[in-house]
């Protein structure tokens, strides 16, 4: 997902209520001002599934062109991680 694609996938669901919620100042600071897309946390969640669904697209043809230069043991340690944790996931009917 090129970067272009994810900012039109911050600013298509945004709307004016969350903005205007963002902007109010509170206790942690004076809220978030006009730099904001006013997307919902599941609308980023789900933008960032497909960020790193593509992540791993990208990674994977990476290593099948050209190699040199990844850290293929670490890479493919990640990868063993990640399946762990999913697998675990499924098991225990916790989502994928």
């Given amino acids: 997902m090129t970067l272009e694609a994810t900012l039109r996938g911050l600013e298509s669901p945004g709307n004016a209520g969350i903005r205007a919620q963002n902007a109010k100042s509170g206790p942690l600071g004076s809220g978030a001002g006009d730099n904001q897309f006013g997307v919902s946390r599941g609308d980023v969640r789900i933008l960032a599934k497909k960020i790193t669904t593509d992540g791993w697209q990208l990674t994977a043809g990476r290593v099948a062109k050209s ?16 399946m762990a944790a999913g697998t675990r996931r499924c098991e225990d009917g916790s989502g994928a």
Avoid: S, T, V, Y
């Avoid at 043991?73 to 063993?80: C, K, M, S, V, Y």
């Fill in 67 to 82: 190699p040199e230069g990844l850290d293929l043991a670490a890479l493919l340690d990640r990868i063993e991680k990640e």
